[in-house]
Structures are given as C-alpha cells and as structure tokens.
C-alpha cells in the first residue's frame, strides 16, 4: 500500500518511497521566549504521530525539531523582563521541553538550537556569499533574491509583487532578506563573524541546521502554514542556492483558530500549550487534534475541546468492555496512507468502539499516544468486585452504593453481560 501525503511545492499528493525509506524530516519548531501558544503544538503533535506511523509501517525515520533560540521576539521579551536574553531563551527552552513531554508523544531525534549551530551557519553564509548569492553590508549579510530565478516556487509569491519583508538602506534591492544581522544597541547577546558581531537571520537558521542533520536532501519538510511565506520560501531559495535539493516534500499544517466570540472561556486569553494541559489533558488535545484534518484550518474553542472529551471517555469506556468484533486494520492504514487523513481514522476507532474491535480500537488510540490500559487503585477494585458481586445476588442497594463510592473517586461503571468494569473519567 502506498503512502502519499500532499506537498504544497508540487501542490499534489507525493508518493514516498518504499519502507524502509529512509524518510528524514525536519519540521520547523518554536521560537523560545514565553510558554509556547497551543496552536505550535499542531506541528509538533502532527511530526511525532507522522513518525510513530511511519516507523509502524517499517520507515527508518529521523525527525529534527529545531528550537528557535536565536530570535528578535527573545531579545524583546528579554528587555521587557529585564533579564539576560541567552537567560530567557536557555529558561523558555526548558519550558518548551517540559510542556511538550507531557504530550507523551516521545522526543523528536534531534532538537538542534540556533545558537549552537552557528559555525555552521557561517559556512553556509560564506559559501552563497562566494558565488554571489549574499552580500556583506555594514556589518550585516543579505541573501540577493533576484540570483534565485525560482523564488515563488513554494508560496506562489510574485518576485515583481513583493513588497520589501524588511525595508533597509543597507540592502541592495528591497527584496533582500538578511542571512547574518549585525548587533543593534538594544542586543545584550551577540557572536563573532567574518562581518563582526551580530547573529543569524531566522530562515538561515533552520537551512543550516536541516543540513547539519538530515544533509542536503530529504524527504519532508514540514511547519505551521504561516510559515510558508517568508520563512520557507527563503529557506528553499538558500539552500537551492548552495546547488542542494534540499526537501522534497513540504507539509504545512493548517492553524488552530481562536476567534474573539468563540475565545475559550476555560482558558482564558492565554491560551498556552501549558494551561491547555492543565485544564484539559493531554488526551483531551490529542483528541482535539485527531478530529482536524492537518492541512485544514480548525477552530480551537471550549466546544471542541468539551467534544474531545467525551470522545475521550467513549474510547475508555469501549476499552474496559469484552472483545465482540474483529476491526478492519486495512481500512485504518488506507485512511492515514491517505494524506495522513486523521479524521477518517478517527471515524474508525469510533466504528470500533461501538462495534467491540476492542484489540484494533487499542491499538490505533496507542499509535496516536492515546492509553489503552488504565491502573485501576486496590480500593476501587475491591468495590468494583464488591458491585459486580452484589449484582449477582441482586442485592441492589449494595451494587448502587459501591457505584457511588466509585464515581465520587472521579471513575465511572460499566456493566456488562460478563461483570461490572470501571474506568477513569476523563
Ligand atoms: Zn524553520
């Protein structure tokens, strides 16, 4: 069975090669300087299941995650915080870290920071800089957009349309875009360089670290799809330009959509991958992000996410249920081999729950890092055999109390032709 995923250069749907593959990735992380926002848990929720499938499928996968460390958004949130700016990224980093851990999705293989790649990414500038791709400027380096006769090719945008993405006299052509930016007074942090103190651009920064990683070719590139115009547009015209054919498949995932009337209630305005898991759950939001089709554009709202959790709690109750039914594993596998078409899964595992396919109905929430086994406390135990007992005998002033005390620990009860299960309320 082929797998094919939609990639926005070719604007069609891309075989990928046989398994093994290899299949190496590199998907566009975040930038570092507070708690991540909810909607950059998208590209990174959508990598680690990609991967988890693809080595389900026999793929030898590499997925390199970069961390954004190196960024104007850090050197501002850091005056306004009064501290260090390197502080504030190595703190925000740890904040990233820990909050996407709890997805408990796994690690990508790589998660390369900006400010540990920057040799690199002065080999790279220096290399487009001898072939008349860069110029050096007062201490700053552009990337010449008018050498790259396929700038466009991603985005669509029109090299004659384009306005200037960073309008400076220090450019040649309004179009340039910087490669290298020399330090600006307000920039507590700095490195070295052939053109003196200063940092890297944003879009440098990943073109280096994909080659440091994957080399010059791989096969997926993926991101959030505002990262489409500039960032990748001008990571592609970067690395084309070293003569790299860099990626060959780009992935870009639609945003989570957070209007003014439909703001979440529960969360608040700050809508945070960290206040999301602490007052939904990490299934909850898998859930949630199971229903969306990746390419599409979703609505992120109290609703949506009130519906994930009593999906969630169906697909739980089903799991503590006996097996009555075998379900189609061909038919999930064809979905997801399908433009990794989630919510096409999704209508299976519910075929499944209610149908009994317990055994496939666990095995594709675990793909997704959904639990299928549930550690049910002695005390709780003791009450469900005290239930399914007292059923039994139809004593049922027994039954009902031991179900009380069983919900008023946050569990629920199922009976069933073969006894009484319980399971944890989501
Ligand atoms: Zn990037």
Not at 106 to 126: K, L, M
Not at 208 to 214: G, N, R, V
Request: aromatic content about 10%; proline content about 5%.
């Amino acid at each position: 069975m082929s797998i094919r995923l939609y990639s926005t250069l070719s604007r069609r749907l891309e075989e990928l090669p046989d398994a093994p593959g290899p299949i190496r990735m590199y998907v566009c992380g975040s930038t570092v300087y507070q708690r991540i926002h909810v909607g950059n848990s998208r590209p990174f929720v959508l990598a680690m299941w990609l991967r988890r499938w693809l080595r389900s499928r026999g793929y030898e996968v590499t997925l390199v995650h970069n961390i954004t460390d190196v960024d104007d958004k850090v050197y501002e949130e850091a005056a306004k915080l009064g501290k260090g700016s390197r502080e504030l990224a190595e703190e925000a980093t740890g904040w990233f870290v820990q909050d996407t851990d709890e997805l408990g999705l796994g690690r990508p293989d790589v998660e390369p920071r900006a400010s540990e790649t920057i040799p690199e990414i002065v080999t790279f500038i220096e290399a487009l800089i001898a072939d008349g791709k860069a110029y050096a400027s007062q201490g700053s380096v552009y990337f010449r957009v008018g050498s790259y006769a396929d700038y466009g090719q991603l985005s669509g945008a029109r090299l004659e349309d384009m306005v200037a993405q960073e309008p400076n006299p220090a450019k040649e052509d309004e179009r340039d875009f910087a490669l290298w930016k020399s330090q600006k007074a307000h920039e507590d942090a700095a490195w070295e360089s052939p053109w003196g103190p200063g940092r890297p651009g944003w879009h440098i920064e990943c073109s280096a670290m994909a080659e440091k990683h994957l080399g010059p070719e791989f096969e997926i590139h993926g991101g959030g799809l505002d990262l489409r115009f500039p960032h990748h547009e001008n990571e592609l015209a970067q690395s084309r330009s070293r003569g790299y054919p860099f990626a060959r498949i780009w992935l870009h995932n639609g945003m989570l959509e957070l209007g003014d009337e439909k703001m979440s209630k529960s969360l608040g305005n700050v809508v945070t991958l960290r206040n999301v898991l602490d007052t939904w759950g990490r299934e909850v939001l898998l859930l949630y992000h199971l229903s969306g089709h990746w390419r599409k554009p979703v609505d992120f709202t109290d609703a949506a996410l009130e519906s994930a959790r009593t999906q969630l709690a169906g697909f739980r109750e089903a799991l503590v249920m006996p097996v009555r039914a075998a379900g189609d594993w061909g038919a999930f596998e064809e979905a997801l081999g399908d433009d990794f078409n989630t919510p096409a899964a999704l209508a299976l595992l519910h075929g499944w729950a209610s149908n009994g396919a317990r055994d496939e109905l666990a095995r594709g929430l675990d793909l997704f890092g959904i639990g299928t086994t549930f550690d049910v406390p002695a005390e709780l135990e003791q009450l469900r055999v005290r239930r399914e007992s007292a059923r039994a005998g139809k004593d049922w002033a027994s039954a009902d109390a031991a179900r009380d005390e069983i919900e008023s620990a946050g569990w629920a009860v199922t009976d069933h032709p073969g006894g009484t299960a319980v399971w944890p309320r989501p």
